[in-house]
């Protein structure tokens, strides 16, 4: 089988602004991949063209053997996502949105062993709007993996969480991933993307500039940690 | 099935906590009735007829409903859930659009026959109501009318680019339709001339219908109405469709 995920050459503008400016990268199967870049680098954009959400202007996507456009449905089925910001419904009860999501799919997780493992049993019976927003980030990752994903997209997982609900974030992912499952996530931590990605690549202006793992990219780099190297390629620096 | 039945009970339970709709689609109707049953009591229609303006008024009152759902709840509830990106979310998942539009079509749908029935009810017991024609030409036409103002309101949505243009259109829209059809201020007071230009309105043409086959009278007098309404339904459900956006 192929890689689950490869995409090449992809374009995307705004009117006259290339956001993402042929983007080509492939994720191997049951690796932790992160796309990390400042905000306004295209990382948003990114995820959004690769699962179909928003048309690409060139470049084509590839994900599990499919065309996220045209095989939409059988996709998804497969495929789970946490977008950065996520609303709800107004007044929904975290058990409603879980039964409602369960409900899509063919062979779904026990959404409550989920929210037990995500530190929001008990909390069933509460609005979505009265949760913590650490505690709305962590149903929003847990709703991703409600499908029992293959492969699953998590746009800055852990914003808004403290140490410890982070750490048992990761924690659970590292436990998905040696089931097999092939995460795709964007991250501002570099502890986190240190702690889970087997490679990442830096995003800048809509290209990648570095890819390889967290090792390669501070020896290919004047520092000698993650967050200086990160910046250094991102750009960071020139503006100091 | 199983989206289905999840997605129903959740879109209904929601419907019930939000009040919206049980408010303008179920209550709404029933004062409008009431009021109308309280001024004009079972006085015939107009000197002579052999029907009471409530028997002649019926019609209308089932087409308060249809408006409320139709062109309010329904169009902005969807504007609602893409703007808050509740349909980009579900755009990540298997479901299909066509079945979230059914769930939402069918809660207010439910809503809807409702209000018929116990404005039904209460016209009968309070006002002697009996409906003279035949139910079943009724019940159809009121599935057209439906068909016809739903349709109507779900392209609203679709090409309503976001919500305060949705909530603009569906003014412009409900409103006219709600005062200037008949629903709630009789198209029969209303001048020759006034009753002309309220002949554009869809609505009227539903309202003519629902009145026709309750009152049953002839047939005949109704098929442009029926072939407007058929028209409509089938235009804009296609436009609704193909102009559906998650985002």
């Known amino acids: ?240 | 099935m199983k989206a289905f039945n999840a997605l129903f009970k959740n879109e209904l339970k929601l419907s019930l906590r939000d009040m919206n709709i049980p408010v303008f689609g179920v209550a709404f109707p029933i004062i409008v009735a009431v009021i109308i049953g309280l001024v004009s009591g079972n006085k015939p229609a107009f000197e002579g007829a052999n029907y009471s303006f409530i028997d002649q008024s019926f019609g209308a009152f089932a087409a308060i409903g249809i408006c409320a759902t139709g062109l309010m709840g329904m169009p902005l509830l969807v504007a609602d859930y893409r703007h808050k990106k509740i349909l980009k979310r579900y755009m990540v998942t298997p479901v299909s659009p066509a079945l979230l539009l059914f769930v939402q079509f069918l809660i207010n749908l439910i809503m809807t026959v409702i209000s018929l029935v116990l404005i039904f009810v209460i016209c009968s017991v309070f006002w002697d109501y009996r409906m003279t024609g035949n139910p079943g030409w009724f019940l159809l036409s009121y599935l057209l009318v439906i068909l016809s103002i739903y349709s109507i309101g779900m392209m609203l949505a679709s090409v309503a680019p976001d919500m305060k243009t949705a909530n603009l259109l569906c003014t412009l829209i409900y409103f006219p339709m709600l005062f200037f059809s008949g629903a709630t201020i009789p198209y029969e007071i209303m001048p020759k001339g006034a009753q002309m230009a309220m002949d554009v309105l869809p609505l009227t043409q539903g309202i003519k219908l629902l009145k026709g086959t309750s009152l049953g009278l002839p047939i005949d007098n109704l098929i442009i109405s029926i072939i407007i309404l058929v028209s409509i339904s089938l235009v804009c459900t296609i436009l609704s469709i193909r102009f559906f956006r998650w985002e």
């Open chain 1, 1 to 240: 089988m192929g890689k689950p995920l490869v995409v090449r050459g992809l374009q995307k503008s705004y009117s006259d602004v290339k956001v993402v400016d042929g983007l080509d990268l492939e994720v191997d199967q049951g690796e932790i991949f992160g796309l990390l870049g400042h905000n306004g680098a295209g990382k948003t954009t990114s995820i959004e063209c690769i699962l179909g959400v928003r048309k690409h202007d060139a470049g084509s996507v590839e994900l599990l053997g499919m065309n996220p456009v045209a095989e939409r449905k059988r996709l998804f089925e497969r495929v789970g996502v946490q977008f950065q910001q996520t609303n709800y419904h107004d007044k929904i009860r975290v058990s409603e949105i879980c039964e409602v999501t369960e409900s899509l799919y063919k062979a779904p997780a026990d959404w409550r062993e989920l929210l037990k493992s995500f530190g929001l049993s008990g909390m069933e019976k509460r609005t979505v709007s009265e949760l913590s927003g650490g505690e709305r980030q962590r149903l929003s990752v847990m709703l991703a993996l409600i499908p029992k994903p293959e492969f699953v997209f998590l746009d800055e997982l852990t914003t808004g969480l403290d140490s410890k609900a982070r750490r048992n974030v990761w924690k659970y992912l590292e436990r998905l991933k040696s089931g097999g499952l092939t995460v795709f996530l964007t991250s501002h931590y570099m502890d986190e993307v240190e702690a889970l990605c087997d490679r990442i690549s830096i995003l800048k202006k809509g290209q990648i500039v570095i890819t390889g793992t967290v090792e390669e990219l501070i020896s290919q780099s004047p520092h000698d940690n993650l967050e200086e190297a990160y910046l250094w390629y991102s750009g960071e620096e020139e503006n100091e």
